[in-house]
């Protein structure tokens, strides 16, 4: 195996600063649409009801508890298991980036200046139990979410909730969060500080489940989680290694449009090697051939030795999630300060070079933008430092004269040792390759992933010039420009993802005038406008957009890929 | 209180001059040790004109060559046998199109001097650990026994780590894998050496030597080196491969050389997915190393015989760390 | 005999300690804040705080050590922040990373590495000591040599990659036998046998080149030994020379270099357990390193150390069994 890559869960989840639980990713089945269209594995014959569906995975699902679960649009395993307010759309490419309604009737009905939010449940939603499901359980599921016991999930109800920065949790202060009301069983408020459009978005989280106060366990909860989705865990061993979901026989699937639950049984192997799983699946024996995998993606290894088999290659499912890969500045450092470094340094990149240590052109896609290319973010294409194909290193010379670096300049660039494929040292190596043709000389950094996450999220010891990247937390602008753009989120002692320490007034109030927003399609065009903006500034260098490619076991059928997860949904595959 | 391993019966000392030739006699009359020694010189050779092979064949060992991968495949070489050509004779790296006879050689530098490094660390303080016990009294013994069974059970990954993270970035990764391999790996030796020691302390002629008022440390020198020398050399011949095979399970687990430079193990690391798509990626630094393996093996074993006219290698062997398994 | 075990005890508790210390000391300057990784990616500081708060990192270095061996010896409890844990003696502390109990963490994860552990050792005894004796018998001939070669691959390849030949050509390209996945002992001893076979196979090949060696030098050592030719010059078969006096002479250092091999490797092999899913200590290991888990990591040392003592032990009384020469101080 690659152990390095065998991180915790949590983790997984930090570096890709998403959602890596093994929830969200997973990704097998035919292209999506909008790309050259493949053929999924068998979608010839219907999908039908029952058999056994084996998810093989590296990472074992140990945190199973909705208030833990950090998930891009409520995860893939999670997702059989708590259902949401709202939730993404189960269909493959741009369709699949859409939120629509799951527990309640709707996406939500925001008040004039979108601060106020209400939902109303559907009539007749049940638990594993036979128990209804009533407002006031969604509300105290979201509260469990701020118990520093539950840590994990995403930051936005702590932001966003009137209160939230300051309230504990259920264990410490029973009285619970004033600005989430539920005024009767079926309806629910929430109150915000501020305007925020793509609130339902957020409700597709796991902290939308609905937990009931009296079979909560607290830390324990995750063993044996209460199901209100399609399936029920009936084992859960080795602190989530072996999970097994069984049929949950009060769930009304006509109750949920979006969940198909085919199969009658979920069998999740997890602590398995990469090389392996792939390869299981490949060879597709027994019970592998009703096999998936939700966090294990084809290696260059394994493409390039796909590449002339037909047969295996018609079992490849790719997809796109929302996820660029870039050089990161730290203008606060010398000589990164001055904007024709930066600039010198984006004409320097030899994307192909990069490209191919990422795995090569079917598995990345070069960037020079850093929203994502789906419609969905907004993107608007530019390229304001050209470096072509292969890099400019004349045009990067002279920018370095003119920064008064005339002899060529020596810098450091921090990155992981971790193998993914992204932070790693073969990125690394491919930068240091390109910008050394340019005269500029630079020193590897390679930090044990721990301490490099820590240095690169750190505002004062942030280093210069490091490589990052950012995982969308749903398929919309402002989840991946506000964390980075956005002066009011540089967090001086925490987690700090604005890497460039950009505080200017006018992205600022450019990023609260379209959060305003409630239709996200005119909000999606001036985050394209805001990205194509603030690049001109060359605070970071984009580097690729990853593509996802994943295998499934010969008899999987209905593999559906969103432009959301960019992964298989799980809830659409079937084995019979 | 015994030794863990057989206590060999002791070879008797030989003056230092005459053994070392009459051993290049006997090693001469063998053609097995003869061509191993002569593999290994190569090697070393080979890495030590690395730059000047390198400027040789025209490649730069960290030179990218994008045109000769095939992107749209993961990266694999064009061509066959792993891209070899003209200008690059052993074929490319998949990803990179880094030329792999220079990497290989540039990588023969870093995993001798990292095995020969680790091995002689582990031999000194092997025998410095195991004649201090051999010779001194029950609580010495025991106390250096207990040190011993310690750094056997300290996991290396655990050391590995916490030593790169306290290091200057400046302090060459090499130097800092050969203290790591060599500090945890020296328990082996000691045992071989404690137990000759124990056996030989009570031989008339190192008796003899005490005798007549030679000290501790003077009869260690003079009187019991030499006989040490066979079991240990021996020995070392299988710890210098070993210590190859942990530096490519360091590598493999993101605690080995730092890139771009390239080590065997690195390489190994780095080529484990690729045996299907691109057998020479693997084969080739599989292949140096198992000749290093076979050569250190044979020539081990040769000399050990040579050293010991009384026939028969008697091999002691410890163990490899938790990290190579 | 009596003294000799008191002795070995005293000396036993002496490692652990030591052990102890080491990983608590390694552990203060690994790099990264167990308290951030465990609270979750973009928590704020007032909740890495209670995190840290809870996990005990707040109190000084010295203390958190302290509080451990008082936890080893009495038992201690600790606070999930929802619930209060008892913890009973020996308790070797809650992972910071999944609130587990280690004790109970490392008894779950014993078995399977104890599994992977005997079982290569029967391997690597069956593979080394046969090609051992063989290469003796066929001392300088092509047997010898095929043999030397085929067991120093199987030495001088890393696991990681011995492991995954071993997996295509078995279970892929031949089809064999299923990818193995680990199936406990007491669930089904028929499956639990036919799912390890790769991984002792993959160890034991990687180990058994050492055994040969030590087999094969061995039987050579005594076959030139006087009795030994005295035996032959009298005309006795070389099959019962070899199998009934050169044979035993190499029982007994085998069998000790096995004890501590076998010693060690409770601490888990990692790169095996990794490859083949095997979820032992060696994996329990490597993840509590990643993720800077002092309390698994330190439960995981002892354990190794708690058999490296045992295989020293062990080995001394069949050392001595073997060799009646041989006294136990």
């Known amino acids: 195996m690659r152990p390095s890559s065998a991180l915790s869960r949590r983790l997984a989840a930090a570096a890709t600063g998403l959602v890596l639980t093994t929830g969200l990713a997973a990704c097998a089945g035919p292209q999506e649409a909008g790309d050259k269209a493949g053929s999924a594995a068998n979608t010839d014959t219907a999908p039908r009801k029952g058999g056994t569906l084996t998810v093989l995975n590296n990472e074992a699902q140990s945190d199973f508890d909705p208030a833990r679960l950090y998930t891009s649009g409520g995860g893939n395993v999670p997702s059989l298991v708590f259902r949401t307010l709202t939730t993404r759309n189960r269909e493959a490419g741009a369709a699949g980036t859409e939120v629509v309604p799951d527990l309640a009737t709707d996406t939500g009905r925001p008040n004039k200046d979108a601060t106020e939010w209400t939902y109303t449940l559907k009539d007749g939603l049940k638990y594993e139990d036979g128990t209804p499901i009533t407002s006031a359980d969604v509300k105290y599921g979201i509260e469990r979410s701020f118990a520093a016991e539950l840590s994990g999930g995403a930051p936005y109800l702590r932001d966003w909730l009137i209160g939230g920065d300051t309230y504990q949790g259920p264990y410490k202060d029973p009285k619970g969060l004033a600005s989430i009301v539920t005024p009767d069983p079926r309806t629910i408020v929430f109150k915000l500080r501020k305007p925020e459009g793509e609130f339902p978005f957020v409700a597709t989280q796991t902290q939308f489940a609905p937990v009931p106060k009296a079979k909560d366990t607290g830390a324990k909860y995750e063993e044996h989680p209460v199901s209100s989705g399609p399936y029920k865990v009936v084992r859960n061993e080795n602190d989530g290694e072996r999970l097994v979901l069984e049929r949950n026989e009060h769930w009304d699937p006509k109750t949920d449009e979006e969940r198909k639950a085919y199969p009658d049984r979920i069998d999740v192997r997890s602590g398995l090697d990469e090389a392996v799983i792939n390869q299981r699946l490949a060879t597709s024996a027994g019970a592998d051939s009703a096999a998936v995998t939700t966090d294990t993606n084809l290696g260059p290894a394994e493409l390039a030795q796909i590449g002339s088999d037909k047969a295996l290659a018609a079992r490849v499912g790719t997809g796109h999630f929302g996820f660029t890969n870039y050089l990161a500045f730290n203008p606060e450092v010398k000589p990164f300060d001055n904007p024709k470094v930066r600039q010198a340094i984006s004409y320097a990149i030899n994307r192909t070079s990069v490209v191919n240590a990422a795995g090569g052109s079917a598995l990345a896609e070069p960037a020079t933008t850093f929203l994502p290319e789906k419609k969905a973010f907004g993107f608007e294409p530019y390229d304001h430092f050209p470096a072509g194909k292969t890099g400019d290193p004349a045009k990067a010379k002279q920018l370095l004269k003119e920064a008064g670096h005339p002899d060529g300049l020596k810098i450091t660039l921090l990155h992981s040792t971790a193998q993914n494929r992204a932070t790693s040292p073969e990125i690394a190596t491919a930068v240091q390759e390109a910008l050394a043709k340019a005269g500029i000389t630079v020193e590897l950094d390679g930090q044990e992933p721990n301490s490099f996450n820590e240095k690169r999220w750190s505002v004062k010891d942030a280093p210069g010039f490091f490589l990052s990247r950012w995982g969308a937390d749903w398929p919309a602008g402002s989840a991946f420009l506000a964390p980075i753009f956005d002066g009011r989120q540089i967090v001086a002692d925490g987690s700090n993802y604005n890497h460039a320490q950009l505080n200017d007034p006018a992205v600022n109030k450019e990023i609260d005038e379209i959060s305003k927003l409630t239709d996200l399609k005119a909000a999606a065009s001036r985050w394209g406008a805001l990205d194509k903006k603030i690049g001109e500034q060359a605070l970071d260098v984009p580097l690729f957009h990853p593509v996802y490619k994943r295998l499934v076991g010969k008899d999987v059928k209905n593999v559906v890929i969103s432009d959301w997860t960019g992964v298989l949904d799980i809830s659409q595959v079937a084995v019979k | ?325 | 005999m009596t003294r000799y075990l008191l002795r070995r005890l005293a000396g036993a508790a002496l490692v652990l300690l030591a052990l102890s210390v080491l990983v608590y000391a390694l552990f203060y300057v690994l790099p990264g804040d167990p308290a951030r990784l465990a609270c979750g990616e973009r928590c704020n500081p007032a909740q890495i705080a209670q995190v840290r708060a809870q996990l005990g990192l707040e109190e000084g270095a010295f203390t958190q050590y302290l509080h451990f061996l008082q936890g080893i010896v009495a038992g201690r409890s600790y606070s999930t922040g929802t619930e209060l844990v008892r913890c009973d003696a020996p308790c070797l502390g809650l992972s910071y990373q999944t609130d587990q109990q280690v004790t109970a963490l490392i008894l779950e994860r014993l078995p399977a590495t104890a599994s992977l552990a005997l079982g290569a050792l029967v391997v690597w005894l069956l593979v080394g000591v046969g090609t051992g004796l063989l290469s003796a018998l066929r001392r300088g001939g092509p047997t010898e040599r095929i043999l030397t070669a085929v067991t120093l691959a199987g030495t001088g390849t890393p696991v990681f990659i011995l492991g995954l030949l071993l997996l295509m050509l078995v279970c892929a390209h031949l089809q064999w036998l299923p990818f193995p996945t680990y199936v406990p002992l007491g669930e089904d001893p028929e499956q639990w046998a036919w799912n390890m076979l790769l991984p002792w196979l993959t160890l034991g090949l990687f180990e058994s080149a050492k055994y040969a060696r030590l087999t094969r030098s061995s039987v050579l050592e005594t076959l030139a030994e006087d009795h030994i030719r005295t035996f032959r010059a009298y005309g006795a078969a070389e099959r019962t020379l070899v199998t009934r006096h050169a044979l035993r002479g190499a029982v007994p250092p085998v069998l000790a270099v096995s004890a501590v091999d076998l010693g060690s490797m409770f601490g888990g092999a990692l790169l095996t357990e990794s490859l083949f899913g095997i979820p032992g200590l060696g994996r329990t290991l490597i993840e509590g390193v990643r993720r800077i888990d002092l309390p698994v990591v330190v439960g995981v040392t002892l354990v190794m150390g708690v058999f490296v003592v045992l295989a020293g032990v062990l080995a001394d009384l069949l050392h001595a069994a073997a060799d009646r020469r041989v006294v136990l101080a």
Do not use: C
């Not at chain 2, 074929?91 to 030329?99: H, K």
């Not at chain 2, 000749?291 to 062997?317: C, I, K, M, N, Y």
């Open chain 2, 1 to 325: 209180m015994t030794a863990v391993t057989g206590v060999p019966a002791p070879v008797a000392g030989t003056p230092a001059t005459g053994a070392a030739r009459q051993v290049g006699r006997r090693l001469r009359t063998r053609p097995a040790a003869l061509v191993s020694a002569a593999v290994l010189l190569l090697l070393i050779l080979l890495a030590a004109a690395a730059p000047l092979l390198a400027a040789l064949t025209g490649q730069d060992p960290y030179a990218y060559h994008d045109d000769l991968v095939d992107s749209a495949r993961g990266g694999v070489p064009y061509g066959a046998f792993g891209g070899a050509s003209a200008d690059h004779w052993l074929g490319v790296e998949p990803g990179t199109g880094r030329d792999l006879f220079v990497r290989l050689l540039y990588g023969a530098r870093v995993s001798l001097l990292v095995a020969v490094g680790a091995t002689a660390l582990q031999v000194l303080i092997g025998l410095f650990v195991g004649l201090a016990a051999g010779l001194g009294n029950r609580w010495v013994d025991g106390l250096l026994g207990r040190i011993t069974d310690v750094l056997v059970a300290l996991p290396m990954l655990v050391l590995a780590i916490a030593l790169t993270a306290v290091v200057p970035r400046g302090f060459p990764r090499p130097l800092l894998l050969i203290l790591v391999i060599g500090f945890l790996g020296w328990a082996g030796t000691s045992r071989i050496v404690r137990a000759q020691t124990l056996a030989l302390k009570n031989l008339d002629f190192v008796a003899a030597a005490r005798l007549s008022g030679a000290g501790r440390w003077r009869t260690a020198r003079r009187e019991l080196l030499p006989s040490l020398a066979a079991p240990v050399l021996t020995y070392a011949a299988i710890l210098l491969p070993a210590n190859i095979v942990v530096e490519a399970s360091l590598s493999f687990l993101g605690v080995g050389v730092t890139p771009p430079t390239p080590s065997w193990g690195q390489m190994l690391s780095t080529a484990q997915t690729w045996f299907r798509a691109d057998p020479a990626y693997v084969l080739l630094p599989a292949g140096f190393l198992f000749v290093t393996v076979l050569a250190f093996t044979v020539l081990g074993d040769a000399v050990r015989t040579a050293l010991d006219p009384r026939e028969a290698s008697r091999l002691r062997v410890g163990t490899a760390k938790e990290t190579a398994r």
